[in-house]
């Protein structure tokens, strides 16, 4: 099981890209810019925070328009 969700730099969760079974290797996912209501987010850095059955992994990315 994963979870994949993004955050603003105030912490408030904006948008869950994944949240459910995985298989097992490399998988990817696409993020538009856009919260979990589907209004388009501003420019800027967000986080991201995987976590897994094996653990939590985070990352700071930059939203560009």
């Known amino acids: 099981h994963a979870t994949m969700t993004i955050f603003d730099l105030r912490g408030v969760r904006v948008r869950t890209l994944v949240n459910g ?3 097992r290797g490399v998988q990817s ?3 538009h810019g856009r919260a979990d209501d589907g209004h ?3 420019s800027g850095t967000y986080r991201v925070v995987l976590k897994t ?3 939590e992994s985070s990352r700071s990315i930059t939203l560009l328009k």
Request: aromatic share 8%; hydrophobic share 35%.
């Open 21 to 23: 079974p995985l298989e």
């Open 29 to 31: 996912t696409v993020w």
């Open 40 to 42: 388009t987010l501003p």
């Open 53 to 55: 059955d094996g653990g």
